[in-house]
């Protein structure tokens, strides 16, 4: 989806992809635990509303465990 313009990943360290315990990239593990930063994104934010009002998904509300908090796409993948 990033090759075709239909997916974007924002500040890979502060909204790291994380599965179960592992957390990409290394450098973003402090950032896993969402409560307690300024700088990244949340549920019902400014940016994931900007985004959704175009279409695009979150990766940090995909369900099954795994959160790409870094990550929207056209099409939730």
Not at 4 to 24: K, T, W
Not at 32 to 43: N, Q
Not at 46 to 56: K, M, N, P, T
Request: aromatic fraction near 12%.
């Amino acid at each position: 989806m990033h090759a075709y313009g239909r997916a974007i990943d924002l500040n890979p360290v502060e909204n790291p992809y994380v599965s179960g315990s592992h957390v990409s990239p290394a450098k973003g593990a402090k950032y896993a635990d969402r409560c307690c930063h300024r700088a990244i994104v949340h549920a019902g934010d400014r940016v994931v509303r900007a985004f959704a009002s175009v279409g695009w998904e979150w990766g940090g509300s995909w369900t099954g465990g795994t959160k790409d908090y870094q990550h929207f796409s056209t099409n939730g993948n």
